[in-house]
């Protein structure tokens, strides 16, 4: 792959750059040539612009040399005489007018730099601004300089300087701000000039306030004690001091670069008080008794003496805490159960703590008013009873017993009283009596217990038939119900049976003649007694009385569409009774399809066919309905487009091959483009070899990169080739063709990767494709090897000159289809040269990062050859329509506008003419068509390497750019970048 450099831009030099001229200054060849151009000038307009440059000298130099230049034709930067005078006196209009200076920032009191103007029209007759100058700043109405010292502080804003003279004016903005002279700080204090701290206390932050100027640092001498500091920013003394210090004077200092102020600060350090700390008492848990005094709870501990003893929640009602002995004693009143109390222990130093347990137990009473929840309790044999419990007032129960015992299966639980169970056999009723005690007394109460026979619930309920399939408007056979265990009493269903159908409630037959057609459901019917119920389900459908299908139609009479792309579902309608299958006569165009069951038409056709008319018959077991279709299948339209005039694309250039600098020029190649992560402006990726990062607003203004944005420096070559190669300037190089930013940020990334020399002397060209990621906007990238690739056959012995490998030329994002789809070519060596398959090869991969082993080659109408770097390169097909296209300079884009990808190519390499075809699939491919052929005058051109830019370089809309490389070139590169404005109709 040939390289080609991109050359430098013209240099413009500029008078006004010179701030102060004089005599000297000026020098003996500079008059040579004012003296030249002089020589050849109007004298009446020098003479005229003497009289306005008043007495100043360097005024005048100005005047004459910026009208006799503009006069004459000549050039600041060129030491030959001015050419002979131009027949045509016209003058020109003021045109880019421009300050060095664009944004002054200026201090109060202190002279700025004069900002002088240039100018590349015609000669300025006066120069104006609005609105007027800061206080104590002129503009020269001559010569257009802005100088002064400002006498008063302004805030930042916009001034415009109009150049005129009698052919038109030329504008100009600059800001202009004047901020106030800066003042020493003075008066500095703290809150409290004398500090007493405490030993490993934190004390109060202490803020300063000063008047005067800001205070931009702060110092202390001597220094503060241990563990206090002075933030030397805000002059902030905060800290926990560490050792005890005497009361000591220090010195702070508050500065600014105007001066300084300065307070003394009284500091000492108290040495620190100990907390408290083992706090214990004589008993951890008191369980008291209501009513009675409680032995005193006496309290010691370790560390510091205790001021003050606390305690949460507060005592049992009668119990207190002595606040400084911390003694608990009292006579507690009412009971309460055991629970955690919390005493606290503090000093000025800090606290300590200890967890009691205190309960207070009820005065012991007897039981009193024993009853029962139910006094008279009647239960069925072997059915479990609802437990039935006891209440009392009085002293708590400790113990119930009954007597005499209870019916078999039924118990009496000691401790609690509550009586359970299922009794085994009936009895009749009797009394029972039940004793409730405590240490103090007892209570009881007599119960009434009967236990019934048991009634079997129904069991095993049926019907002869569990569907019934009725028609509407007929009797119904009735249909009686089956069952065993108890006898029923009384039958339900649910849901409610179809309309016209009963349920007797006391027999359960179903029966009746049901009246409104029903789809097929299901009802269950419940049997039921005292003692249970028994339950069975059927089934119920009522058909209608069949009618045929009538009123067919589709939401689309009239079907319209392209190949390969999928149609909207067209869905029938239809009344008369449902429909149970669907025909069309005759068969509908390849690729779409009729669903027998549904009717739905749906699919993507993939032959051009003509309109015709289709008819779709609807049919059930009464009769059948039709309706009629006309389906026309569209050639795919060829774009109708306009490309505009061709505008050279800015780039840095240099002419140095050399491969391990960082050069910037261009290469062949196709190269990425792509809005920056905040969508601020744009990034490309271009140049030969180390492709670079440029950044700017917009394709004409992209800024140059800096040596660290060589997206590669250690390159990368296919499976197999040797990489103990020889250095040298043909050494190797990647090409980045491709960048999509994923959902997530991440720039995914493919390179043209080549070698061009190998370690057996070798030279040539040797393909692979490299996949890369960045997540910093293209900054840093990393590199996760070939995903398509081919090692290096086995050669003669050097020099011999070898072509080949696999390559990825062009890799977009297919969104429709959430995929990667990826174009390129197999080389091969021939006579020296590359040459290709011959066809366009297609790969796709369904991984969101295009990882490499997730790729697949299109071999024989589907995507199923699997991509190893490392293995064979497997078979591939030719895609349909684009058996030709020249595949080394291809690019694949997707338009938004006509909703189809556009496969772009150069023919034959490197020629005059660019070819494009069409696809709504990007597999399915219209005829090639000639996009664009560059001019054979005033030279021949050839074009090369082209895509389509819109949005990114991967996807566009109805506006966009074609862009090209051509040569030969129009400034120092080896090759040019061509815009050319592309707009579809």
Same mark, same amino acid.
């Given at each position: 792959m040939k390289r080609r450099l991109v050359g430098l831009s013209p240099l413009l030099i500029r008078p006004e750059t010179t701030t102060e001229l004089d005599a000297q200054a000026v020098g003996h060849q500079s008059f040579k040539k004012l003296n030249a151009c002089i020589a050849h000038c109007d004298p009446l307009d020098w003479r005229k612009q003497m009289k306005q440059a008043k007495s100043s000298f360097v005024s005048l130099l100005i005047c004459i040399t910026g009208l006799c230049l503009q006069a004459c034709g000549g050039n600041a930067s060129n030491d030959v005489p001015a050419p002979p005078p131009s027949t045509d006196n016209h003058l020109l209009p003021p045109s880019n007018l421009l300050y060095p200076t664009a944004a002054i920032v200026a201090l109060q009191n202190q002279a700025i730099s004069p900002d002088v103007p240039s100018n590349s029209g015609g000669l300025v007759a006066n120069y104006s601004v609005s609105p007027t100058l800061p206080e104590g700043m002129s503009l020269d109405v001559l010569s257009g300089i802005i100088k002064g010292t400002p006498a008063v502080t302004s805030p930042l804003q916009a001034y415009t300087i109009i150049a005129t003279n009698s052919t038109g004016t030329a504008e100009s903005t600059i800001s202009i701000s004047v901020t106030e002279q800066l003042q020493p700080p003075s008066n500095l204090t703290y809150r409290t000039l004398s500090i007493i701290a405490t030993q490993n206390q934190a004390m109060p932050s202490m803020a300063p306030s000063n008047s005067g100027g800001v205070a931009t640092s702060y110092s202390v001498s001597p220094p503060l004690p241990a563990g206090l500091v002075l933030d030397t920013s805000s002059g902030l003394i905060s800290g926990t001091p560490s050792m005890p210090s005497a009361s000591q004077l220090y010195s702070v200092i508050a500065s600014n670069s105007a001066g300084t102020t300065q307070i003394n600060l009284n500091i000492a350090i108290s040495e620190q008080l100990q907390p408290p700390g083992q706090l214990a008492y004589t008993s951890v !848990?008191?369980?008291?008794?209501?009513?009675?005094?409680? @032995? /005193?709870?006496? /309290?010691? !501990?370790?560390? $510091? @003496?205790?001021?003050?003893?606390?305690?949460?929640?507060?005592?049992?009602?009668?119990?207190?805490?002595?606040?400084?002995?911390?003694?608990?004693?009292?006579? /507690? #009143?009412?009971? &309460? =159960?055991?629970? /955690?109390?919390?005493? #606290? =222990?503090?000093?000025?130093?800090? @606290? #300590?703590?200890?967890? &009691?347990?205190? $309960?207070?137990?009820e005065q012991l009473k007897p039981p009193g008013d024993l009853i029962y929840s139910t006094m008279e309790f009647f239960a069925t044999q072997n059915q479990a009873i609802t437990p039935i419990t006891p209440k009392s007032s009085g002293g708590a129960v400790t113990s119930y017993n009954i007597s005499p015992s209870l019916p078999t299966g039924l118990t009496l639980d000691p401790l609690s009283g509550a009586i359970s169970g299922t009794p085994i056999f009936a009895t009749a009723t009797q009394r029972y009596t039940i004793t409730a005690r405590n240490a103090a007394g007892s209570a009881q109460a007599i119960l009434g217990i009967g236990i019934d026979a048991q009634l079997q619930p129904p069991a095993h309920l049926s019907y002869a038939s569990l569907s019934i399939i009725a028609t509407q408007g007929q009797e119904i056979a009735p249909s009686p119900p089956q069952s065993s265990g108890g006898p029923i009493e009384q039958y339900r269903v649910s849901p409610a049976l179809p309309s016209g159908l009963t349920l007797d409630p006391v027999s359960g037959v179903i029966s009746g003649v049901p009246s409104v057609a029903a789809t097929a459901q299901s009802y269950t019917v419940v049997g039921s007694n005292a003692a249970g119920y028994a339950a069975a389900s059927m089934n119920i459908t009522i058909n209608k009385r069949l009618q045929p299908p009538v009123q067919l139609s589709y939401a689309n009479t009239i079907i319209v569409a392209p190949p390969y792309r999928a149609i909207p579902s067209n869905t029938p309608s239809s009344s008369g009774s449902p429909v149970t299958s669907y025909t069309v006569s005759p068969t509908l165009p390849t690729g779409l399809m009729l669903d027998p069951v549904s009717g739905v038409i749906s699919g993507t056709p993939t032959t051009a066919a003509g309109a015709q008319t289709y008819t779709v018959t609807a049919t059930n077991d009464a009769g059948s309905a039709s309706t009629v279709l006309q389906i026309t299948i569209t050639p795919l339209p060829t774009p109708i487009f306009n490309v505009g005039q061709d505008v050279v694309v800015p780039t840095a250039g240099s002419t140095s091959h050399d491969f391990y600098s960082p050069t910037y020029y261009i290469n062949d190649s196709i190269w990425p483009w792509l809005p920056n992560k905040d969508g601020t402006g744009y990034i490309a990726f271009w140049a030969a070899a180390k492709p670079q990062r440029y950044s700017g607003p917009d394709l004409f203004h992209l800024v140059q990169p800096k040596n660290s944005q060589t997206i590669m420096n250690t390159m990368i070559y296919a499976p197999g080739v040797d990489h103990s190669w020889a250095t040298g300037p043909a050494a190797n190089g990647i090409w980045m063709q491709s960048a999509t930013r994923t959902s997530d940020g991440t720039i995914v990334a493919t390179a043209h990767a080549e070698s061009h020399q190998f370690a057996n002397g070798d030279i040539g060209e040797w393909y692979s494709t490299l996949l890369l990621t960045s997540q910093d906007d293209g900054i840093t990238w990393t590199n996760y090897g070939p995903i398509v690739a081919s090692s290096k056959n086995t050669v003669p012995s050097a020099p011999t000159k070898i072509f080949g490998g696999l390559n990825m030329y062009t890799v977009i994002w297919d969104a429709s289809n959430q995929r990667w789809l990826g174009y390129g070519a197999t080389a091969a060596s021939s006579n020296g040269k590359t040459s290709y398959t011959g066809h366009v090869t297609a790969y796709v991969s369904y991984d969101p990062k295009a990882m490499p082993g997730t790729w697949y080659g299109y071999y024989k109408g589907a995507f199923t050859q699997r991509i190893d770097v490392n293995a064979p390169p497997p078979a591939l097909s030719p895609l349909p329509g684009l058996p030709n296209a020249f595949i080394t300079a291809g690019s694949l884009t997707y338009n938004n506008y006509l909703k189809q990808y556009i496969f772009m190519w150069m023919v034959d390499g490197h020629d005059q003419q660019i070819n494009a075809a069409f696809s709504v699939d990007a597999v399915h491919w219209g005829p090639a068509i000639t996009f664009f052929t560059e001019s054979t005058t005033p030279v021949l051109h050839k074009a090369y390497y082209p895509f389509i830019l819109g949005d990114t370089s991967t996807i566009s809309g109805q506006d966009a750019y074609l862009i090209y490389m051509r040569s030969p070139n129009t400034t120092l590169n080896v090759t040019d970048i061509i815009s050319r404005k592309i707009h579809f109709q």
């Open positions: !848990s008191i369980i008291a008794t209501q009513n009675v005094t409680i @032995a /005193p709870n006496i /309290p010691r !501990s370790s560390g $510091g @003496a205790v001021t003050s003893y606390a305690i949460t929640p507060a005592l049992p009602a009668g119990l207190t805490l002595n606040p400084t002995t911390g003694v608990i004693s009292g006579i /507690p #009143t009412v009971p &309460l =159960a055991s629970q /955690p109390f919390t005493v #606290t =222990a503090s000093n000025a130093a800090g @606290a #300590t703590q200890i967890a &009691l347990s205190i $309960g207070v137990s």
